[in-house]
């Protein structure tokens, strides 16, 4: 089955500085590539998402990478601010909807003033 | 966007009870749900998969007589923990998908604690 690696585990950063998060998936049939902002005692949140046809993605301050030769995609997060600081998951999908997700291992972000 | 909630929020039940955790689409039709479980600090494992009328696919590992998922309708999934146990305290999280999206619309999660 699918495996999705993610690096940091953890993550800070001064206010302003840019963070990155990495991942990798090992199922070459992978078509969809969210990420979530999980906040405590909250329910994942999708910040942004990529699909398999295309190679990066920006929503305001942050952007999405997707390298399928490779298998790996990042997250970038520009100008990081305060409230930023949260679990960030990614995960990896191989079919349509009713197809399950596997997320990576989750990375703590602390954005520090 | 589309709505996803939980009910409970949180939920304490005595060892050997069962609960029940409600997992609603508000504003639209959910094909397919899903139910994961998550411990402190790490991250979300699936348990099952569900579609509406039809029996849910489980995980491996995952005790389908322990864990009883019913996708009655479209708009409501249910989860329940029978004969609870402490280490069955978790925090659950719904998911819910509809056919013309991309996307997976997570609720805010359940806090189960069993003493």
């Known amino acids: 089955g699918e495996n999705v690696e993610q690096h940091p585990s953890t993550l800070s950063v001064q206010e302003g500085d840019s963070a990155v998060i990495k991942c990798t998936y090992s199922d070459s049939a992978s078509n969809y590539f969210p990420w979530y902002k999980q906040e405590l005692g909250k329910g994942p949140q999708l910040i942004i998402d990529?699909?398999?046809?295309?190679g990066e993605k920006k929503d305001q301050r942050i952007a999405v990478t997707l390298n399928k030769t490779a298998k790996h995609f990042s997250l970038h997060i520009t100008e990081t601010q305060p409230e930023d600081s949260a679990v960030y998951f990614c995960?990896?999908?191989?079919?349509?909807?009713?197809?399950?997700?596997?997320f990576g291992t989750g990375t703590r972000l602390q954005v520090t003033l | 966007g589309a709505v996803v909630s939980q009910h409970p929020s949180r939920v304490i039940c005595k060892s050997g009870t069962s609960v029940k955790i409600e997992c609603r689409s508000l504003d639209f039709q959910a094909t397919t749900m899903f139910w994961y479980r998550q411990f402190p600090k790490q991250s979300l494992m699936l348990m099952a998969t569900s579609n509406e009328g039809s029996k849910a696919t489980y995980e491996q590992g995952v005790e389908k007589d322990k864990f009883l998922i019913n996708h009655a309708s479209l708009t409501l999934s249910t989860l329940t923990v029978t004969s609870a146990h402490p280490e069955d305290s978790s925090f659950y999280i719904c998911?819910?998908?509809?056919?013309?999206?991309?996307?997976?619309?997570f609720g805010p999660g359940t806090r189960l604690t069993v003493t």
């Open positions: 998911s819910a998908a509809a056919d013309y999206s991309y996307e997976q619309y």
């Open positions: 990529i699909r398999s046809n295309v």
């Open positions: 995960a990896a999908r191989a079919g349509g909807t009713a197809s399950k997700l596997t």
